[in-house]
């Protein structure tokens, strides 16, 4: 009896689950992906270094594979490529969906119009190309607006824009991230963003799990996590479902699978942001949803690939996992610290790092740019959330002290085209700007602790950092950075790295406390310990104090 095979298109980490499930399944794989040092190359019985952008490669090796062994079927998820999927399969009369079809769930402007024609609700929109962006109509556009490629994914070039000048700036940005030079304008929604997945045979949609998604850094759409089940009420979650359902019946999606990514608002109900013909990336379909439910998703929608039905992939445990996104501000990697600190929290399940030593590494303007991922699994919401909240703030992506990119980040202001990739609060900042500007002397600092009847910041134990008492603003005790550190928090890991600077030219001297805490606010941790690891690089002091004036004029200090 002939082994049955499948192509699969993607090596890289997202697709690890479905190489895997393949070989569960006793299928010989054909593995394609333009790195040919991509992780998953070598879980593959035969690896292809094709860019999977390129149609006629990808049919020509599967043509190649089929006269020699026999093709089963075509398969991927967590790519942009399922429009290539179903060129493949539908030239060799494999199971899915029409390629045509397909460019309907990949392009956002050409969904938009089925989604229309259907009466299914999702937002308003123009598609422009570039020799359009200067006749735009100026009447009748309501901002705030979201520019979008109309043919990437992982919110690559998505940003909202608040002004008629922001738009014109960024329809070029945007259109950068536009295989077809085309972007779209649409209205921007207000209100939660959940994650679905689904698998559809024969005209039955068998959801399979609804996230609540977790967006941050406006005006870009940076997912920096998502959690398992959704803890919206019944009401809402059943509403995007039906909304989610609505959208795969106009796009005509079946057999095959589908990811959504819906929004609940307040006066619209369920209004579909946009639905992918595969499972999702972002770590969903293949972890998160088998963690908490007990059910291997990505076998169905391999086995609908095959031609075959997906089974009951009905959840057979409740547990909740949390994703988190790890996040760095600009500069090199000089090495990555806590991961195995990070691993021995006992509901991690994964810590998933994407950077390494040398790494260059930014602010995540999209969903591509982020660091890592960790993934934590408990019985109870809340254990979940903080074990993956605890893991990411274990670990420290230490950066390179002399690279300019992070200098940038920190001290100039509006850097990046006008744009604070993680701004300040101006009332905090103006609290920053009015500190006093004491130089304190060297000496044993006391117990780390906020004085919520001062609402001021004690003093540091053993750390020889200068840091000045400041009144707090209203919500600082309750302040969180993007890695999970509270201030007391950030403080007490700094106490246990204090040894490592003590004998700086620097220490108890010239690191005034306003600078100090401007940095602990924008950089967070990362930020803070590359700014003493820089100055510790002065042996001159006269040279380090003209630098820290450098640095606070250039915020306003």
């Given amino acids: 009896m002939r082994k049955r095979s499948i192509m699969i298109l993607g090596a890289g980490l997202l697709q690890i689950p479905a190489l895997r499930t393949a070989k569960q399944l006793n299928c010989r794989t054909l593995v394609v992906d333009g790195d040919p040092e991509a992780v998953g190359a070598s879980e593959a019985d035969v690896f292809e270094p094709i860019d999977l952008k390129d149609l006629d490669g990808l049919l020509k090796v599967a043509q190649k594979w089929q006269n020699l062994y026999g093709l089963d079927g075509v398969f991927t998820a967590g790519t942009d490529f399922s429009a290539s999927v179903a060129y493949v399969a539908e030239a060799l009369k494999l199971p899915g969906i029409p390629y045509q079809i397909a460019i309907d769930a990949s392009n ?34 309501r901002f705030p607006l979201v520019v979008k490629p109309v043919d990437n994914m992982g919110a690559r070039g998505v940003v909202r824009v608040e002004s008629w000048e922001a ?87 079946d057999p095959g699978a589908a990811k959504g990514d819906i929004f609940y608002s307040p006066g619209k109900g369920g209004v579909i942001g946009e639905i992918a013909a595969r499972l999702s990336g972002g770590y969903m379909s293949g972890w998160t949803y088998p963690y908490s439910s007990g059910v291997n998703l990505t076998e169905g929608a391999l086995r609908i690939a095959l031609g075959e039905e997906p089974g009951d992939r009905t959840p057979k445990q ?103 990739c993680y701004p ?79 004998r700086a030219s620097w220490v108890g001297r010239w690191i005034p406390g306003a600078l100090f805490w401007y940095v602990a606010f924008r950089g967070g941790l990362q930020g803070v310990v590359w700014m003493l690891d820089h100055c510790s690089g002065y042996s001159n002091l006269e040279a380090l104090q003209e630098k820290v004036k450098e640095w606070a004029c250039a915020v306003g200090f």
Avoid at 108 to 137: H, Q, W
Wanted: proline residues 5%; contains cysteine.
């Fill in 108 to 141: 956002k402007a050409r969904m938009r119009k089925r989604f229309y024609s259907c009466g299914v609700p999702s937002p308003s929109f123009l598609e422009i190309e570039g020799r359009d962006f200067n006749e735009l109509p100026m009447e009748g556009l």
């Fill in 318 to 420: 409740s547990c909740t996992a949390a994703e988190r996104a790890l996040i760095s501000i600009p500069g090199r990697v000089l090495r990555i610290e806590g991961v195995e600190e990070a691993r021995k929290i006992s509901e991690v399940k994964e810590v998933f790092m994407r950077v390494r030593t040398g790494d260059s590494v930014v602010f995540p303007t999209n969903n591509v740019e982020k660091c890592g991922n960790v993934i934590a699994v408990a019985e109870e919401r809340t254990r979940a959330v903080r074990a993956a909240e605890d893991a990411v703030a274990s670990i420290l992506i230490r950066l390179d002290p002399m690279n300019e990119d992070t200098e940038q980040f920190l001290f100039t202001p509006n850097w990046m085209d006008g744009r604070s």
């Fill in 424 to 502: 300040l609060d101006s009332s905090l900042l103006e609290r920053l700007r009015s500190l006093r500007w004491d130089v304190v002397a060297e000496r044993t600092m006391e117990s780390t602790r906020i004085d919520r009847q001062r609402t001021s910041f004690s003093r540091v134990p053993n750390l020889p950092i200068p840091i000045l008492s400041f009144q707090c603003v209203h919500a600082l005790d309750n302040w969180i950075g993007w890695n999970y550190l509270t201030l007391p928090k950030l403080m007490e890991r700094l106490r246990t790295m204090a040894e490592q600077w003590k």
């Fill in 167 to 253: 738009l014109k700036t960024q329809l070029q940005e945007s259109l950068r991230y536009s295989r077809s030079g085309k972007v779209i304008v649409e209205e921007f929604i207000e209100g939660p963003e959940f994650s679905l997945d689904a698998l559809v045979y024969k005209g039955k949609i068998q959801i399979c799990g609804i996230a609540d998604r977790h967006i941050r850094f406006a005006p870009y759409f940076v997912e920096v996590g998502h959690t398992i089940p959704s803890s919206a009420p019944i009401e809402v979650q059943e509403e995007v479902i039906e909304t989610f359902k609505a959208g795969i019946r106009a796009l005509r999606i």
